[in-house]
């Protein structure tokens, strides 16, 4: 009898997240990266957001070679890198040729929780081999309402959008 009481339970919390998770606001950036002349590499990039207290909620695209150059991310390996190897493994793909890009998610933390309503910072990394290298934040709430931003061109990342849909 305790084991149907266990079972049942379980099903329960796995279903409320699943509901909480497809609540969950969505988050859509669409990243630019300019073609770039002279002697090229592809760009190694980090996308994540950071809470109000500057830690590391959601790792949401790493895009990198080899792992010796992870440490060329300076900041999100300082954050989130070097801390998680597990984070590291299962968030990495391989680099991406100048283009524009679709990142869209729902906006969950590392652990597929939904994020609570409040302020976050979005951070872009991108570092290139024999290039330059270039971050951009950009200050976010989660508060119910939809909101729209304009990513400034860098000399490593070309005029971006990102989106919040609640």
Not at 23 to 30: C, I, R, V
Not at 90 to 95: E, G, L, R, V
Not at 122 to 138: D, P, S
Request: with cysteine; net charge positive.
């Amino acid at each position: 009898m305790k084991n149907i009481a266990f079972l049942l339970c379980l099903v329960g919390l796995m279903s409320s997240n699943a509901n909480a998770s497809e609540q969950a606001a969505e988050l859509k950036l669409s990243l630019n990266l300019p073609v770039q002349s002279g002697e090229y590499h592809n760009p190694y990039v980090a996308v994540w957001i950071e809470d109000s207290k500057g830690q590391s909620v959601r790792t949401i695209a790493l895009w990198r070679e080899g792992a010796k150059w992870l440490k060329d991310i300076r900041r999100w390996w300082r954050k989130v890198g070097r801390k998680d190897q597990a984070l590291v493994d299962a968030m990495t793909s391989a680099t991406r040729a100048a283009g524009q890009y679709q990142l869209k998610i729902k906006a969950l933390n590392d652990k597929q929780q939904p994020l609570a309503p409040g302020h976050y910072v979005l951070h872009i990394e991108v570092v290139r081999e024999n290039g330059g290298r270039a971050i951009t934040k950009q200050d976010f709430e989660l508060d119910g309402k939809e909101h729209s931003f304009t990513l400034a061109s860098n000399p490593e990342m070309a005029q971006s959008h990102f989106y919040i849909k609640e």
